[in-house]
């Protein structure tokens, strides 16, 4: 069964740092390019972060300079470090894998298989 889990969320001060994790399992991935989205109450799904099979990689204006994606294929693992966390970055953090590894892109109409989300929520 394909399938895949978020994991990292959680409650964290302005400034601070999270670590998502993704975790693939009943499939290899190494072809696929996997995104990161979010969601908050009331607003629509937005593109996070795209890393394409290669390593090219995408951020949303929002948050570059700040977050950082990764992947290790050999674990089936991908990764968004975030730094200098801001309340307005509060959502649910849901990953996403397009099976026929497009560049980098933020099309959800493109992504095969979505995680069920992990909350993040930046506050004081």
């Known amino acids: 069964q394909l399938q895949l889990v978020e994991s990292g969320g959680g409650l964290v001060q302005p400034g601070g740092s999270l670590r998502l994790s993704c975790a693939a399992s009943?499939?290899?991935?190494?072809?696929?390019?996997i995104s990161w989205f979010r969601q908050a109450p009331g607003k629509e799904r937005e593109g996070v972060s795209c890393?394409?099979?290669?390593?090219?990689?995408k951020y949303a204006d929002s948050v570059k300079g700040r977050f950082t994606i990764s992947r290790d294929n050999a674990k089936n693992m991908v990764y968004l470090q975030m730094n200098s966390l801001k309340p307005e970055d509060t959502a649910v953090y849901y990953c996403?894998?397009?099976?026929?590894?497009?560049?980098?892109?933020?099309?959800?109409?493109?992504?095969?298989?979505w995680g069920q989300g992990t909350q993040v929520t930046v506050s004081s």
């Open positions: 009943g499939f290899t991935w190494d072809y696929y390019t």
């Open positions: 996403a894998a397009d099976k026929y590894g497009r560049i980098p892109n933020f099309a959800a109409a493109y992504y095969d298989y």
């Open positions: 890393i394409s099979r290669g390593g090219r990689t």
